[in-house]
């Protein structure tokens, strides 16, 4: 059975960083991409980044330039650096693995979620 466990999540200053991490076991990692999704109270879940297996990324228009994706897969781990936070990137954080379906289906692999919070 396929876990993905996500960390790191806190209370932070808007200007503030942190670092998330989605352990994951029951698989061989390297095969899947992933992707960090968040989603805010009252709003949809929404894309935030994403990694293929070989490593290329994309990221949502709102985080360009401040996040960062990245992966371990001798570590089986990804993760998410935010730098520059801001109080509208608040939301509980996902961490995703492609099935097949596509990334953002449910019928993919999911996290519990960690939730991130940006206030002064």
């Known amino acids: 059975q396929v876990q993905l466990v996500e960390s790191g999540g806190g209370l932070v200053q808007p200007g503030g960083s942190l670092r998330l991490s989605c352990a994951a076991s029951?698989?061989?990692?390297?095969?899947?991409?992933m992707a960090w999704y968040r989603q805010a109270p009252g709003k949809q879940r929404e894309l935030v980044a994403a990694?293929?297996?070989?490593?290329?990324?994309n990221y949502a228009d709102s985080v360009k330039g401040r996040f960062t994706i990245s992966r371990d897969n001798a570590k089986n781990t990804l993760y998410l650096q935010m730098n520059s936070l801001k109080p509208e990137d608040t939301a509980v954080y996902y961490c995703?693995?492609?099935?097949?379906?596509?990334?953002?289906?449910?019928?993919?692999?999911w996290g519990q979620g960690t939730q991130v919070t940006v206030s002064s």
């Open positions: 995703n693995a492609d099935r097949g379906y596509g990334l953002g289906d449910q019928r993919g692999y």
């Open positions: 029951g698989t061989i990692f390297s095969i899947y991409a």
């Open positions: 990694i293929t297996r070989g490593g290329s990324t």
